[in-house]
């Protein structure tokens, strides 16, 4: 378990409904999650998990209510704005661009800089140390690595931006029990530094070990964990 977050909120929902045609999928969400704490969000598939971190990210509209960091409202701004801002996603499924290298990888997001570039900079090669694997193939098409290595650089991608909030969409997935633990205890650091952190993870044990709360989601909404 990691030691006691700030009380400061950083990341308040409030009313939030969200989903995909006519369904709305998170219904009537509030949520509050405070600077450097790591909330998990449990659930069966369906049940509005990342749903609601792609409303929280800007990658869907929410039907109603409102999302806000740092007592700024973010709902209805776009992704890439959200980006700047520090609100970074880690989708699920590997997303990474299979024809560009390793390299290329991990510099698009200097297309939208965190607020310390060179403190990502820093972090990149940090995290390149990590996981040598990724070092030696720096070069190497990100269509070449294994799945596993996919899904470390599409996690160092986005980690190694210094976010404001995280929200990390199946991160263990693919990855084996060192290197899903490796990361989990990356994603502690980060918290630990003051970034927050919403984590969805179907790997219950390891969500449990790593968040400070965990919360079920129950027809659209997070209610407490039992």
């Known amino acids: 378990m ?43 598939n369906g049940s509005g998990k990342s749903t609601l971190l792609w ?5 869907l509209r929410p039907r109603a209510g409102t999302i806000s960091v740092d007592g700024r409202r973010i709902d209805g701004l776009g992704a890439d704005r959200l980006a700047r ?51 030696s193939k720096l070069s190497d098409p990100a269509a070449s690595l294994s799945g596993g290595e996919q899904q470390l650089l599409a996690i160092g991608r986005v980690v190694t931006t210094l976010p404001r909030v995280l929200l990390l969409d199946e991160p263990s997935a693919g990855l084996s ?23 969805v993870e179907q790997n219950v044990a390891l969500a449990r070990q790593l968040a400070h709360r965990s919360l079920r989601m129950h027809l659209g909404r997070p209610v407490d964990d039992v």
């Open 177 to 199: 029990t060192g290197w899903a633990a490796e990361c989990f205890r990356a994603f502690a650091g980060l918290a630990a530094g003051g970034t927050t952190v919403v984590l």
């Open 2 to 44: 990691s030691a006691e977050p700030p009380s400061q909120s950083r990341l308040e929902i409030r009313g939030v409904e969200a989903g995909w045609e006519r369904s709305s999928v998170v219904r009537n969400t509030d949520l509050d999650v405070a600077s450097g704490e790591i909330v998990a969000l449990l659930g069966g």
């Open 85 to 135: 801002l520090g609100v970074r996603l880690l989708p699920q499924s590997k997303r990474i661009f299979p024809s560009l290298t390793v390299a290329e990888n991990l510099a698009v997001t200097d297309l939208a800089p965190a607020a310390d570039a060179d403190g990502s900079h820093e972090q990149r090669e940090e995290w390149l140390d990590l996981f040598p694997v990724l070092r």
């Open 55 to 59: 409303a929280i990210a800007g990658l």
